[in-house]
């Protein structure tokens, strides 16, 4: 399969703390996104990065990606109650008709008390 | 509409009926995924679209139709329901940096 696996399963921290979450996957890859999703709420796009890259940032957001391990991290700097949410990451189709089709783990529980 | 919507919000179906999920975008995604979310499961992709005219099976397809006719509907068609079809349904389409954006979901349970 090529789902990725996010962890840990659950994660819960104090407002102002770090949050890192992990995800690892089995097949070659294009990209990796991680994803975010209220609860009762679709899914939204965080971030992307790319099979050539290796860290990335956004806002309070770093994602690292290891294609020798297949494995990437994602870390909320000085989180927040709002970040209180489930977090995804999905691996895209490497190619032929699997091309832009993308493989979700089962997400990371993140809770953050204030 | 603003990005993608989805109808109805949520439904609770008899056994054996048939029902349509609506999905509609306005973004001018070529491609477009149904999944199906259910809890310790994550997201299962049940039938994607690559372009309209055109549709292709994912993990979970058995149970489920799919047809676009043109590049904003995408509706997903359950003919005859079951129990195990229970759960949160999502449409999604990509944009040309590989990016997916989802509905708000479609709670469906099957009694």
């Known amino acids: 399969s090529q789902q990725g696996e996010e962890d840990p399963q659950a994660l819960s921290i104090q407002e102002g703390e770090n949050a890192t979450m992990n995800c690892s996957y089995k097949?070659?890859?294009?990209?990796l996104q991680w994803y975010r999703q209220n609860s009762g709420r679709g899914l939204v796009h965080l971030i992307l990065?790319?099979?050539?890259?290796r860290e990335k940032h956004s806002g309070r957001l770093r994602v690292t990606l290891d294609t020798s391990k297949k494995s990437s991290s994602l870390l909320i700097t000085a989180s927040r109650a709002a970040d209180t949410a489930s977090y995804f990451c999905?691996?895209?189709?490497?190619?032929?008709?699997?091309?832009?089709?993308?493989?979700f783990g089962r997400g990371t529980q993140l809770t953050v008390w204030p | 509409i603003a990005g993608i919507t989805q109808a109805p919000t949520s439904q609770i179906l008899a056994a054996g009926r048939r029902m349509t999920l609506r999905c509609t975008q306005d973004m001018r995604h070529n491609a477009m995924y149904w999944y199906r979310q259910d809890l310790g499961l994550g997201l299962r992709l049940i039938h994607y679209s690559n372009t309209a005219g055109t549709t292709g099976k994912g993990e979970v397809p058995d149970g489920y139709s799919v047809s676009r006719a043109n590049t904003d509907d995408f509706p997903l068609t359950l003919a005859s329901a079951v129990p195990s079809q229970t759960s949160v349904y999502f449409c999604a389409s990509r944009d040309n940096y590989n990016e997916q954006f989802f509905g708000p979901g479609t709670r469906l349970t099957v009694l």
């Open positions: 999905a691996t895209d189709g490497y190619r032929g008709s699997t091309l832009g089709r993308l493989y």
């Open positions: 990065i790319r099979s050539n890259e």
């Open positions: 097949t070659s890859i294009n990209n």
